[in-house]
């Protein structure tokens, strides 16, 4: 095998095939004296080789080392060492993914160019729809996370062919989150999995029933929801929170255990009515809204006169299938602050793998969230459409 490249020096290769011959005769020269009666020790051959050893080491090291440099060079990094990222910086990387896709979405509805088309069918029936405003937020909320942080697996509810190298993090990092975010929290990337919601309530979108929009990024490790972002473009407001260091929003002074009111999704309620005053009683009010992200900031205070036509609900409830991308977000507010958010039956939902939540899920915060689960029905497949 050859350890000379191109770049090789003359005077190398020319010290390398002296040596070489030198060592040759050598050798050959004790072999001829060795008839002659004229042999050397056995100390003196060993301490011969050595020397041999050192002079070809000499010469051929830097050369070795060069090509040993090169393979790391070509060795992706991360079997080199474990790459790890910061979640402060996380954080304000998908604070700002989520406005950034929120001037996009506020843009496109109010120029009114929204170009709507059909994804299709929902499993309850309703229509899925495509706009221009999903399409651009994703844009610039995929690619500025991706990149920032290209190592990252990053899912999104929209996909699209044009890609966008050009958008970078500002490198700010927000006042609010210096002060609630101390030090710094370093992650194996490989245990990191992003979820965005380029535009939530795109139903509502389209009706121009913007309160229930919003733009979500939510960062969970190991399954587990640690970063949420709920930004709603036309309140011009952004929740957020890290799971163990901080939020901006807090939970309510109180809630009714009972409950009293009910939050639940207009577009695909369904039995979801039934279901609940056989849990609660008909006294129960239900509030039908769009949108997940909008959901979970109704059991929250948001400290915002701008969401102040945001309703207030004590419990957040949905019987069919949703996409992780509409709850991991507020599941990390509402963990932060103390709540939960599960399956109908109690299980707690992995946020890695599939985007499919079939279980449902039932949301509370300053409730005893046991205590909830108890009351709701217990064979919930017969409560789905």
């Known amino acids: 095998m050859l350890l000379f490249g191109e770049k090789t020096s003359p005077f190398l290769l020319f010290s390398a095939v002296v040596t070489t011959v030198s060592l040759k005769m050598v050798f050959k020269g004790i072999v001829a004296m060795a008839p002659m009666g004229i042999r050397l020790s056995p100390l003196g051959v060993a301490v011969f080789c050595l020397l041999g050893v050192g002079v070809i080491y000499h010469l051929y090291s830097g050369v070795i080392s060069s090509r040993l440099a090169a393979f790391r060079s070509q060795t992706p990094l991360s079997t080199q060492q474990r790459r790890t990222v910061d979640l402060r910086d996380l954080l304000a990387v998908s604070v700002e993914a989520a406005e950034l896709g929120g001037k996009e979405v506020k843009q496109v509805r109010e120029e009114n160019v929204l170009q709507e ?3 299709g069918k929902t ?29 990252l697996t990053v899912n999104s509810e ?39 919601d380029p535009l939530d309530a795109t139903q509502e979108y389209t009706e121009n029933l913007v309160k229930y929009v919003t733009t979500m990024v939510c960062v969970a490790v190991d399954g587990k929801p640690v970063i949420g972002v709920v930004h709603q473009p036309f309140a011009g407001f952004t929740a957020w929170a890290v ?21 639940v999704s207009r577009s695909h309620s369904g039995k979801v009515k039934n279901y609940i005053q056989n849990a609660f009683g008909n006294s129960t009010k239900i509030i039908e809204a769009g949108g997940a992200g909008y959901k979970v900031l109704s059991l929250l205070d948001t400290h915002s006169s701008e969401t102040s036509l945001t309703e207030e609900a004590d419990v957040y409830v949905h019987t069919t299938v949703i996409k992780k991308w509409d709850i991991c977000a507020g599941a990390a507010l509402l963990t932060q602050l103390g709540g939960q958010m599960t399956t109908l ?15 449902g899920l039932v949301a509370s915060v300053g409730i005893d969230h046991e205590a909830l689960l108890k009351r709701l029905p217990g064979n919930t497949d017969n409560d789905k459409q």
């Open 117 to 119: 088309k059909s994804k």
């Open 158 to 196: 929209e996909h699209d062919n044009m890609e966008d190298n050009s958008i970078q993090w500002s490198q700010n990092i927000p006042g609010t989150i210096s002060e609630e975010f101390k030090g710094s929290s370093d992650i194996p990337v490989e245990s990191i999995t992003v979820w965005i």
């Open 243 to 263: 799971v163990g260091h901080g939020s901006n929003v807090n939970r309510r002074s109180s809630y009714n255990a009972s409950p009293k009111k009910v939050i």
């Open 123 to 151: 499993k309850e029936g309703a229509n899925d729809p495509l706009t221009m405003g999903d399409l651009q937020s994703h844009r610039k909320m995929f690619y500025l996370l991706k990149n920032t942080f290209p190592e």
């Open 345 to 359: 039956k109690g299980e707690n939902i992995d946020y890695r793998g599939t985007p499919v939540n079939e279980g």
